[in-house]
């Protein structure tokens, strides 16, 4: 039986505009995606203040970034399935619900380990949020008032991403971390009754009722040993019986993981789709961007926050690195002409080749340095990731048939997770390994701290400048610009919109 908000969809009428979204629908996806955005890039800032508070270790709160994004990997396809075999809506909702828990438990959490599981908890109800919502969002609306309506969506996800770091600083010296999350809690719970309320429930009946579960903890078990590995690998040993073992499970996984997909009616990555080699080189490049720019925000939060350096508080931090994201989201929608000009090919490869110059320039950091020092290597990165971001994100939509887009911008989401996940695992490591065997060495601290974050830095060069090749593959030039590409540009430092499908058939 539907119910009045469905019944008050169909009976718009679809004009020449196309039809165009109820205000509750537009209401909760918007602010909801701006929210999860706004915890997502605030979190790397509170870590110093949360681990003095609850003396938990950095070591542990990594798993609060790292963790996060393994779980987001593992269930960002999955849940859009479920929505769209067990309703948007049901599972939209299920995803604030979880999102409301996760706040509250980080909110109380007297240990570190608190904190880590409440972070797992929200990658989950994070992925399931970003995908239903934006699912629901497509389904009520069509034509030019769908491509409004879902760049709105994308500009509050750009928005979210750029502005968390600095509301993360301002709460936590106003209210303690804690503020960060109460709020969080508050304006999810209140997005469930309008949800609800007004928000009418859909499916998709032509989809199989199957959901790939196997691949979706295959996928986990592909990843949690890897980064494990990673992360622990210099201090276990790399040939060390623990490390060998989570390699091993790791392949094991991935085996298993490539069996599954061959078998099952509805995969959760259609291997056939891995053929396609600008696809496949696409999904690196995110998989680049999005690891090199959460890694990053990861070591600046520590370095710029640490008393043996710069010595900020949370919000001085949080208004450092807000430049960085801030050009980031200004600059992508000004290179969607640029690619459609010059092409994405000389687009992408100006922009790693960016990219690297700027970690290079940060990897010679010295404990002299002010903070007027990492401004050009900071707006380098940020200039770079934009003119990758974007590209990239059109190229994985574009490459592939309409039927195929929902599968390949899927791909791309689940590697913008997967890089965030395994590239700060690899500097955080790198970063504190450094920093203990120089002060193991007698090093000063300051010297110490540096010198692990050049380390890192140079980390981040190599992953970039090992991207270079993969321009080749980006052999694409835009078709002519509509709004929503630049919604779409602006959206890709935190996900890839299917803009193939605006305003296809429901």
């Known amino acids: 039986m539907r119910d009045d908000a469905e019944r008050e969809v169909s009976a718009r009428a679809d004009t020449g505009a196309g039809l165009r979204p109820g205000w509750g629908v537009m209401t909760v996806a918007c602010v909801s995606t701006l929210v999860v955005n706004a915890n997502t890039s605030a979190v790397s800032i509170l870590l110093p203040s949360i681990g003095v508070d609850l003396q938990a270790s950095m070591d542990v709160l990594q798993w609060a970034v790292t963790g996060y994004m393994l779980v987001g990997a593992a269930v960002i396809v999955t849940s859009g399935a479920m929505g769209d075999v067990f309703g948007r809506r049901r599972m939209f909702v299920a995803g604030l619900v979880l999102f409301v828990v996760s706040c509250v438990l980080i909110a109380l959490a007297q240990a570190g380990w608190m904190v880590v599981v409440g972070r797992l908890i929200q990658g989950a109800a994070g992925a399931t949020i970003l995908a239903c919502g934006l699912s629901l969002l497509s389904v009520a609306s069509s034509g030019p008032a769908q491509m409004r309506a879902v760049s709105l969506w994308g500009a509050g996800a750009a928005a979210g991403a750029a502005a968390g770091p600095v509301i993360g600083g301002v709460l936590n010296e106003a209210t303690g971390w804690q503020g960060l999350f109460w709020i969080d809690a508050a304006i999810a719970a209140a997005c469930i009754p309008l949800a609800l309320l007004t928000v009418a429930e859909s499916r998709d009946p032509n989809r199989p009722r199957t959901i790939d579960f196997a691949g979706t903890v295959l996928i986990a078990g592909v990843l949690v040993p890897f980064v494990f590995a990673m992360t622990e690998g210099s201090s276990w040993g790399w040939l060390s019986v623990p490390t060998l073992a989570c390699l091993i499970l790791t392949v094991v996984a991935a085996v298993g993981f490539v069996a599954v997909e061959r078998r099952v009616s509805s995969p959760l990555v259609d291997l056939r789709l891995l053929r396609n080699k600008q696809?496949?080189?696409?999904?690196?490049?995110?998989?680049?961007?999005?690891?090199?720019?959460?890694?990053?925000?990861?070591?600046?939060?520590?370095?710029?926050?640490?008393?043996?350096?710069?010595?900020?508080?949370?919000?001085?931090?949080?208004?450092?690195?807000?430049?960085?994201?801030?050009?980031?989201?200004?600059?992508?929608?000004?290179?969607?002409?640029?690619?459609?000009?010059?092409?994405?090919?000389?687009?992408?490869?100006?922009?790693?080749?960016?990219?690297?110059?700027?970690?290079?320039?940060?990897?010679?950091?010295?404990?002299?340095?002010?903070?007027?020092?990492?401004?050009?290597?900071?707006?380098?990165?940020?200039?770079?990731?934009?003119?990758?971001?974007?590209?990239?994100?059109?190229?994985?939509?574009?490459?592939?048939?309409?039927?195929?887009?929902?599968?390949?911008?899927?791909?791309s989401n689940m590697a913008r997770y997967v890089g965030g996940a395994v590239m700060t695992a690899v500097v955080a490591g790198i970063y504190s390994n450094v920093i203990t065997a120089r002060l193991m060495e007698g090093a000063p601290r300051a010297d110490a701290l540096a010198a692990g974050f050049s380390r890192g830095c140079i980390a981040l060069a190599i992953f970039s400048a090992s991207t270079i090749v993969f321009a080749v593959f980006a052999a694409h030039r835009p078709k002519r610009l509509q709004t929503i590409d630049y919604a779409a540009a602006a959206a890709a430092t935190s996900h890839t919109l299917p803009v193939a499908e605006v305003g296809s058939a429901r």
């Not at 922009?351 to 990897?363: E, H, M």
């Not at 974007?390 to 039927?403: D, F, L, M, N, Y």
């Open 279 to 411: 696809l496949v080189a696409s999904t690196w490049v995110i998989f680049v961007g999005a690891g090199a720019i959460a890694a990053l925000s990861f070591i600046l939060s520590l370095y710029f926050q640490d008393p043996d350096t710069l010595g900020f508080s949370s919000l001085l931090a949080g208004l450092a690195v807000l430049p960085l994201a801030a050009v980031v989201i200004i600059l992508a929608p000004l290179v969607a002409p640029l690619a459609h000009h010059f092409g994405a090919r000389s687009v992408v490869l100006a922009g790693f080749v960016i990219l690297t110059a700027g970690f290079f320039l940060l990897a010679a950091v010295d404990p002299s340095w002010e903070y007027g020092r990492f401004v050009l290597p900071l707006l380098c990165i940020a200039a770079g990731l934009s003119l990758t971001n974007g590209p990239a994100s059109s190229i994985a939509t574009s490459c592939v048939t309409r039927e195929q887009v929902g599968q390949a911008s899927g791909i």
